[in-house]
């Protein structure tokens, strides 16, 4: 006596398994072959041309407005073997040249690299070459970074969300809160007749 077996239309496991493999193995190669890594680089690159554009811009347009370059903690060094570092907004140092001056006529804030380490610095340094102003970025074609730009409102803002995150760590561990109201403990709610 013969068994008459049913056919079903659809794929079956191999199938699946192999297809999914295989848009994975092209997946890979399309991903190796963009290498969002380096795309992300080369914007980053980008970003850093165009603020060392836009300084060295904002610096002649100074220059031909007050008559001297915006460079208040110390004369822009000649050469660019002597560039010194650029100071970010609202900074003062001696190891670094503060063009806060610039803004906002001439740049809507100081950009700074996330790359650099020290928090009084740009990322960026200065230098005169035969009289024109030059920037350099420290950290070009060295990989993306969380780059910022600041100026008073931005300055002003970071010293407020930080004053205010240090007041409510303090309030929240004596047991308040930032407004001054004291927390409840939690209730838990006991329901009967749940299924």
């Known amino acids: 006596m013969r068994t008459m077996r049913t056919m079903h239309a659809g794929f079956t496991l191999i199938e699946l398994l192999l297809v999914i493999g295989v848009i994975g193995v ?24 165009s ?7 904002a610096q002649y347009q100074y220059l031909i407005d007050e008559g001297e370059y915006a460079a208040a903690s110390a004369a822009i060094p000649e050469g660019e073997a002597n560039a ?20 906002p ?14 928090p009084d610095y740009t990322g960026y340094r200065i230098y005169q070459q035969a009289g024109r102003v030059r920037v350099l970025a420290d950290y070009l074609e060295q990989g993306p970074a969380d780059s910022g730009c600041e100026n ?17 760590s303090a309030a929240s561990s004596a047991g308040g809160s930032v407004l001054g109201i004291r927390r409840r403990p939690a209730r838990v709610a006991v329901t009967e007749g749940l299924r």
């Open 26 to 49: 092209v997946a890979g190669i399309v991903i190796m072959a963009v290498n969002p890594f380096e795309q992300l680089g080369k914007t980053q690159d980008t970003e850093r041309r």
């Open 51 to 57: 603020v060392m554009r836009e300084t060295e811009k």
């Open 105 to 118: 006529v001439y740049v809507s804030c100081i950009a700074f690299d996330g790359r650099e380490a020290n």
């Open 152 to 168: 008073a409102e931005t300055v002003a803002m970071a010293g407020a969300t930080s004053s205010a995150v240090s007041a409510a």
């Open 84 to 103: 010194k570092p650029i100071c970010r907004y609202g900074k003062t140092n001696i190891g670094c040249i503060t063009i806060d001056a610039l803004v």
